[in-house]
C-alpha cells in the first residue's frame, strides 16, 4: 500500500502562485509515475501534470507554460508549481501514484485517472478574481 498526503493548498489572487506538494509513504518502488488532478463539484476529475520514474512529463493544454511538475526522489515528494493563477484553476487538487511491482512506463505520462491506482485526500485551491 502506498499512502499519498497532500498540503500547500490555499487562497490566492489571480496572477499569484501556489506550490502543492505531495508525500508518498509505504510500499514504494524506483518504477513510478505520479500526477496531479483536479475536480470542481459537479465535473469530471482532470488530470494537470504527470511525471514519472524516468524525468518524464505530461501536461493538460490548460495549463501548459505556467504549471510546473517535479520530484524529489530521495524525499518521495511531488510537486505542482503554480504559476499565474487563473479563477478557473479553482478546484480540489488531488496527487496519484501507479506504483506496481511490474510497472512498465506509459510514453508520456498519462492524464487519465484509471492510469493511477493511488490517490491522496486532496488540497483546496482558491483563485479569486
Known amino acids: 500500500q502506498v499512502r499519498l498526503v497532500e498540503s500547500g493548498g490555499s487562497s490566492v489572487q489571480a496572477g499569484g502562485s501556489l506550490r502543492l506538494s505531495c508525500v508518498a509513504s509505504?510500499?514504494?518502488?524506483?518504477?513510478?509515475?505520479m500526477a496531479w488532478f483536479r475536480q470542481v463539484p459537479g465535473k469530471e476529475r482532470e488530470g494537470v501534470a504527470a511525471?514519472?520514474?524516468?524525468?518524464?512529463?505530461s501536461y493538460a493544454d490548460s495549463v501548459k507554460g505556467r504549471f510546473t511538475v517535479s520530484k524529489d526522489n530521495a524525499k518521495n515528494l511531488l510537486y505542482l508549481q503554480m504559476n499565474s493563477l487563473r479563477p478557473e484553476d479553482t478546484a480540489t487538487y488531488y496527487c496519484?501514484?501507479?506504483?506496481?511491482?511490474?510497472?512498465?512506463?506509459?510514453?508520456?505520462?498519462?492524464?487519465?485517472?484509471?492510469?493511477?491506482?493511488?490517490w491522496g485526500q486532496g488540497t483546496q485551491v482558491t483563485v479569486s478574481s
Open positions: 509505504g510500499d514504494t518502488y524506483s518504477g513510478y509515475r
Open positions: 511525471i514519472d520514474s524516468g524525468g518524464r512529463t
Open positions: 496519484a501514484a501507479y506504483m506496481n511491482r511490474a510497472y512498465v512506463a506509459l510514453i508520456p505520462p498519462p492524464l487519465y485517472s484509471y492510469a493511477y491506482n493511488y
